[in-house]
């Protein structure tokens, strides 16, 4: 297992275009979360999946922010017109099924999202 | 609502033992994790501590106390590429039982 994988792992957009990332969980993972994370601050969780069933989501995050996991396997995070305090560190996380995992996670790489 | 403190930054000898604190409040506690990040790279799962006391897994310890709303993490025989930022999270009901994040202490380490 290579663990969790993000593509791209960076991305520069204008404002006002509409970006997708994408995030490959640990194979044997079936949790899922967001978060977005900004210099000197720790991650702010978005959105939390179990399989395919999105069962968190953030009330800080706008309309614009959407997230799929249609087979219970990778997940996409696409941000509609985007400005430029969605600059950030975009990182993806799995966790097993256990009781206490959702404190135990497991972090890709992340993308790191440059709106101009 | 819910809220963390650890120190922003921490400078230590290589070799020496250096205690990373955090206390919290929230509305109904469950757990509390701790991550290292190094500059550029992403959050790795250190510990997870649910019940009060002491947890050791190698040169790193953390603590819980529940009544005190506190935890801390200990580092040991510390070596240069310890140096990263370490933060604590929480669980707790007010989040649904995900993590709320601490803003994280960054540990300097000097030779």
């Known amino acids: 297992d290579t663990g969790v994988s993000q593509d791209p792992r960076h991305k520069i957009t204008k404002r006002g275009q509409n970006v997708t990332f994408r995030c490959d969980p640990i194979?044997?993972?079936?949790?899922l979360y967001w978060y977005r994370q900004t210099l000197g601050q720790g991650p702010e969780f978005l959105t939390y999946?179990?399989?395919?069933?999105?069962?968190?989501k953030s009330r800080l995050l706008s309309d614009r922010f959407s997230a799929e996991r249609p087979k219970g396997s990778f997940s996409t995070l696409e941000i509609q017109r985007t400005e430029q305090g969605d600059s950030a560190m975009y990182l993806c996380?799995?966790?097993?099924?256990?009781?206490?995992?959702?404190?135990?996670?497991?972090f890709g790489p992340g993308t790191r999202l440059t709106v101009t | 609502g819910q809220s963390l403190e650890q120190p922003s930054e921490v400078t230590a000898v290589e070799g020496a033992i250096v205690q990373i604190n955090c206390t919290y409040q929230?509305?109904?506690?469950?757990?509390l994790s701790w991550y290292q990040q190094h500059d550029g790279g992403a959050p790795t799962f250190l510990s997870y501590?649910?019940l009060d006391g002491l947890e050791e897994t190698g040169r790193f310890s953390s603590f819980l106390s529940r009544s005190d709303s506190y935890g801390y993490l200990l580092l040991q025989e510390l070596q240069m590429k310890d140096s990263a930022s370490y933060f604590c999270a929480v669980r707790d009901r007010a989040s649904n039982y995900q993590l709320i994040w601490g803003a994280g202490t960054k540990l300097i380490i000097k030779p």
């Open positions: 999946f179990q399989n395919e069933a999105q069962l968190e």
């Open positions: 501590n649910a």
């Open positions: 194979s044997e993972h079936n949790r």
């Open positions: 996380a799995s966790s097993d099924p256990g009781q206490g995992a959702i404190g135990e996670q497991y």
């Open positions: 929230t509305s109904g506690f469950y757990g």
